[in-house]
């Protein structure tokens, strides 16, 4: 069991890794080569094109401004002058709320912490109970600070059930309250928003064939008959990941002709060349530029080719679709009503933003998502019980020295006092933390497996199984792991009637597993967090040797948004390590308050300077934050009320019986009062902003600006590797009987982009005018593809249903 000696050898190596990451990051983020790693939302927003660098060639790399060293901490007050409101509009609602799950902290627990340090400290070594039974239960100094040092049917315990009822009333008061402004804000929020595509937008999932029609005209005619005065249009889905494929092999044929060109008008006189053979290590030898640009039209022919077999295969319509309505109270009133009597069928539910959607589940059947989700819990429940294992083993290193009365022979080596000291103080946490790091990546695979289709719902999920999996694992398993080897010796030489007391002494013994923990995560990790030293090293190496155009430095770049799959169920850990400890081991609430106020300032940093959200989900988390604070609520009285259970007070016990009920009690009164607000849009909210429209005149041409809202990756072509500009204009197409009514009625694959032209690199030899024509289909239903490579335009002609015009222009991407 870890001395205050070795919690202290802990902490000094936890605070110096800390100073140590904080000194490396305020001294790296001043180095103009490292300012994309540091500073990369500025770039993305625009607001900085290049790093800040004295004029000379080193200048470019080391700052040599000697005078910024002396402010290196000016960050610290730099994170917190900007406003909620600016974050709000600078990084978006999202961020802004997970920094509030932060401050919630503070606000809990340093009241929190003084009472129970002034109050129960000195009620808790007062007793001395556990002086009496060191010769029988492995004990230190943190267990003397303890509820455990309390005697059995002590009048003593009526001050722990009274600072757990005050404590509750506390937590309940600051979760109403901020459950209250979250949801406030929210709908702010939503009403100071312009028009976005997702206020009028319904995915409507679980469609019925019918025979004879096809989905188009199944949503379409379904909808103008339940909905006449709201429908507008939709879009359907299709099952195109063979064509995402082939669109990520173009993008890397693409990165290699750019890098080849740009090499060749630095130096005009020597073309590139590559071996065709493997890994280009053999075979003939060519000209890069040539081979690379043959590629690209033997690619671009396969994937139009593709694309339109897409578009004509009935089969490759999923039943699902993007339903898009003339209001926002047509909308809300569609997304959140029963459509058929058959529950099961045209299943509706808000859509999320564009940039929001994960395509790869569209199209996953009604079928396959229930026993998709029933194969992954059983997955789930498999894989949690499975860490059980290194978990398990993990904490035995936490309590050597009830490991050595089992194991006499590892004596010699535990003895040693720095061996013991850094085992103890430092590596459980460090051990536990590196089993954890692959696991979020697991859990967010298995959430695609079920078929969600939204990214901030898998977020979510994973968020949902890893707090699972941490509540089980690192909490509950930490206790009875350590139980079972601290405790193995006395249960082995004390009668059965002990063996309770045992347990219920025991609980409390494990959080000086839990402040190494916190010192090593907390403390040290969230530091590492700031330092962003991963992220630095594969910067540097990628610009060293894969950065080959300016779109690849932006690429490397790239900081991603908040991991919130990861850091939300931290959070809650700490949520209910703090709450759980608050009356059993008080002297946890330090630890736990200095990570909450170090992790606000570290991410509200981050979230300014650093990370991108990928999309806005309005704090639809919100809900989860809250329940889990209260499933902690409910765990720490539970635990209390099986402790004194142990400590033979039936007198005080009882009263703790309606403290769970009295939680629950508010929890569903919060759920009744608030939640709606983040699962449902109010009517009234709708016809509101609806109005405000209509007498501003800004829903003009609403179908027009819907049409290409949710378009489908295969009509944007090229586009969804961003490196060309695609312009599809839409024709009449021919009035015979032949032409499905849903090819007429449905929005248009439409995407208008500036066009630009530039010269083909100087010395190039393509200078002919070359065309080349594909053919492809019957002769009623012919499609003619045509290149012209010194203009760079592409011609598509579809002659059976539609007919398309689009122009490819590469060069107008500038460098």
Request: charged share 20%; hydrophobic share 45%.
């Amino acid at each position: 069991m870890a001395t205050l000696s070795d919690i202290g050898v802990s902490a000094f190596i936890n605070i110096l890794g800390a100073f140590a990451f904080l000194l490396a990051f305020a001294l790296l983020r001043l180095q103009p080569i490292n300012d994309r790693v540091y500073f990369p939302k500025w770039y993305i927003s625009g607001k900085r094109s290049a790093p800040r660098h004295v004029g000379n060639f080193v200048g470019k790399f080391v700052n040599l401004n000697f005078k910024t060293y002396l402010t290196f901490l000016n960050w610290m007050p730099e994170a917190m002058k900007m406003s909620e409101s600016n974050i709000i509009e600078h990084a978006g609602f999202d961020s802004a709320v997970f920094l509030r799950i932060y401050t919630l902290g503070i606000k809990i627990f340093a009241p929190t912490a003084i009472v129970a340090l002034l109050v129960l400290i000195p009620v808790n070594v007062s007793d001395g109970t556990l002086f009496f039974l060191r010769k029988d239960l492995v004990v230190s100094d943190i267990d003397k600070l303890s509820i455990s040092n309390i005697k059995p049917k002590s009048w003593k315990f009526f001050v722990h059930i009274a600072m757990e009822y005050l404590f509750t009333f506390w937590t309940c008061f600051m979760l109403y309250k901020e459950y209250g402004r979250v949801a406030a804000m929210r709908l702010k929020f939503i009403a100071s928003q312009d028009r976005r595509a997702e206020q009028f937008t319904v995915l409507v999932r679980n469609v019925p064939h019918e025979s004879k029609r096809s989905i188009t005209d199944s949503v379409e005619n379904f909808f103008k008959k339940n909905h006449p005065d709201h429908y507008l249009c939709h879009q359907a889905v299709y099952n195109a990941n063979k064509f995402a494929k082939l669109v990520r092999k173009r993008a890397r044929l693409q990165n290699w002709l750019d890098y080849n060109q740009l090499k060749f008008e630095r130096n005009p006189e020597k073309r590139p060349t590559k071996k065709k053979g493997f890994l280009g290590l053999w075979g003939e030898k060519v000209d890069s530029i040539d081979y690379y640009k043959q590629q690209l039209k033997e690619f671009d022919r396969r994937l139009t080719m593709e694309r339109e077999r897409i578009l004509k295969d009935s089969k490759s319509i999923m039943p699902a679709a993007f339903v898009s309505f003339n209001s926002r109270c047509g909308a809300a009133v569609c997304a959140q009503t029963q459509q058929s009597k058959n529950p099961t069928l045209w299943l509706t539910h808000w859509a999320p933003e564009p940039r929001d959607v994960y395509w790869n589940n569209l199209s996953i059947s009604f079928f396959s998502l229930s026993l998709r989700k029933l194969l992954i819990s059983v997955a789930v429940f498999a894989l949690v019980f499975f860490y059980m294992i290194p978990i398990a083993f993990v904490q035995s290193l936490a309590n050597l020295e009830g490991l050595e009365k089992v194991a006499p022979f590892l004596r010699p080596l535990i003895e040693w006092k720095v061996i013991k000291s850094f085992l103890q103080g430092f590596l459980p946490g460090l051990a536990l933390k590196v089993f954890l790091f692959i696991l979020p990546a697991i859990l967010m695979f298995m959430s695609k497996i079920e078929g969600h289709v939204a990214l901030s719902v898998l977020e979510r999920r994973t968020a949902a199984k890893y707090y699972y999996f941490m509540l089980v694992n690192v909490f509950l398993g930490s206790i009875v792991a350590g139980t079972a080897f601290q405790q193995l010796h006395a249960f082995l030489h004390e009668s059965a009637t002990q063996i309770p007391r045992n347990i219920g002494v025991s609980i409390p013994m494990k959080a000086t597993f839990f402040i190494t923990y916190i010192m090593v995560d907390g403390w040290a990790g969230i530091a590492g967090e700031i330092l962003r030293l991963k992220p630095l090293v594969i910067f540097h190496l990628k610009n060293m040797f894969l950065v080959k155009t300016e779109r690849d430095v932006d690429r490397a770049m790239d900081p991603g948004s908040v991991d919130f799959p990861e850091t939300l169920p931290s959070l809650q850990l700490y949520f209910l390590l703090g709450i759980v400890y608050a009356v059993v081991t008080p002297i946890l609430l330090p630890f736990i308050l200095v990570f909450f106020a170090f992790a606000h300032l570290v991410y509200r940093h981050q979230v300014i300077n650093v990370y991108n959200q990928r999309y806005e989900s309005c704090a639809a988390f919100w809900p989860h934050v809250h329940g889990r604070i209260i499933a902690s609520l409910v765990i720490s009285q539970l635990l209390l009320m099986g402790l004194l259970s142990t400590k033979k007070a039936a007198k005080s016990t009882p009263f703790l019986v309606v403290l769970p009920v009295l939680t629950l009690t508010f929890h569903k009164y919060c759920k009744s009062r608030f939640e709606p607000a983040f699962r449902k849009y109010p009517v009234e909210e709708a016809m509101e902003k609806d109005l405000q429209d209509r007498s501003s005149e800004t829903d003009a041409n609403l179908k027009a600006y819907l049409a290409d809202a949710y378009l489908h990756p295969i009509f944007h072509s090229f586009e969804e590797i961003e490196l060309e500009e695609v312009k599809v204009d839409k024709k009449p197409p021919p009035k015979s009987p032949s032409t499905p009514l849903s090819e007429l009625s449905s929005p248009s694959p439409t995407h208008d982009a500036k066009h630009h032209e530039e010269d083909e690199p100087s010395g190039t030899s393509q200078t002919s005018h070359n065309i080349q024509h594909y053919e492809v289909g019957q002769p009623g239903d012919l499609f003619h593809y045509e290149y012209e490579q010194t203009s760079h335009v592409y011609h598509y002609d579809f002659e059976s249903q539609y007919h398309h015009d689009s122009q490819y222009q590469h060069n107008g991407y500038h460098y």
